[in-house]
């Protein structure tokens, strides 16, 4: 039951701006949206989350819509080492607030 | 500083043998997750403690699945007699604090490398 839906795949150039976009059309009022990545071969990071206010840290920025039914992540200056699978998820409100995963975007950055 | 350890790397396995899988969390960390994660898909959610406490286990595909943690440090995923629909990453995710409402770092989830189980 992923809450979110993501394009499969995305090229970026390297040293340009990477926007993953993400829909999340069914989000509830309290679910905070969540961004992963996930290198080959290695477990998911942490990139990011917010509520409905963007937020920026030092690996990127997060802009979610007013309406809160879409999100973008945007990595700044991409470099060939953010090449993974980006998963944008949302924290349902359940006992443990689990995260529920989509299929995620296969982003690859090209020198 | 450590990160989530998991062991072993890779596990193969013959059909109907037992397999214990090992996650070491983050040292301090009162919660600990453990995902499924199929080829190219994403992580599928098993079961959640809380120190040494069991609190959800509806993820658990069948009762061959079994987790622990007793100290409320170091967890156990065991799996009997396994079956080829099991063949996965297995991944496991502490965080410093229980899951919250108010979503912070403290209840961030960080994730070990995996372990990834080939039963033939």
């Known amino acids: 039951d992923a809450k979110t839906t993501q394009p499969p795949s995305m090229d970026c150039a390297e040293g340009r701006a990477a926007n993953l976009p993400c829909n999340h059309s069914?989000?509830?009022?309290?679910?905070?949206v969540y961004w992963y990545r996930q290198i080959h071969s290695q477990g998911p990071q942490y990139i990011i989350h917010?509520?409905?206010?963007?937020e920026t840290n030092e690996m990127a920025s997060l802009i979610i819509t007013e309406d809160r039914k879409s999100s973008t992540l945007i990595l700044p200056h991409a470099t060939l080492r953010d090449t993974a699978v980006y998963y944008c998820?949302?924290?349902?409100?359940?006992?443990?607030?689990?995260?529920?995963w989509g299929a995620g975007t296969k982003l690859i950055i090209k020198p | 500083g450590a990160g989530v350890s998991q062991s072993p790397r890779y596990k193969v396995a013959k059909r109907g043998q037992d397999v214990a899988l090992r996650c070491d969390p983050i040292?301090?960390?009162?919660?600990l997750f453990w995902y499924q994660q199929a080829l190219g898909q994403g992580p599928e959610f098993l079961t959640y403690?809380?120190?040494?406490?069991?609190?959800?286990k509806s993820g658990l595909p069948s009762d061959r699945f079994f987790a622990e943690r007793p100290e409320g440090s170091v967890s156990t995923l065991k799996i009997q007699r396994t079956q080829q629909e099991d063949s996965a990453v297995y991944l496991c995710?502490?965080?410093?604090?229980?899951?919250?409402?108010?979503?912070?770092?403290?209840?961030?989830?960080?994730f070990g490398p995996g372990t990834r189980l080939t039963v033939l």
């Open positions: 995710a502490s965080s410093l604090e229980p899951p919250a409402g108010l979503a912070d770092l403290t209840d961030t989830q960080y």
């Open positions: 040292s301090g960390h009162v919660s």
């Open positions: 403690f809380q120190n040494e406490a069991q609190l959800d």
């Open positions: 069914t989000i509830s009022g309290n679910e905070y």
């Open positions: 917010g509520l409905k206010n963007n």
């Open positions: 998820i949302v924290r349902v409100v359940r006992s443990n607030y689990q995260l529920i």
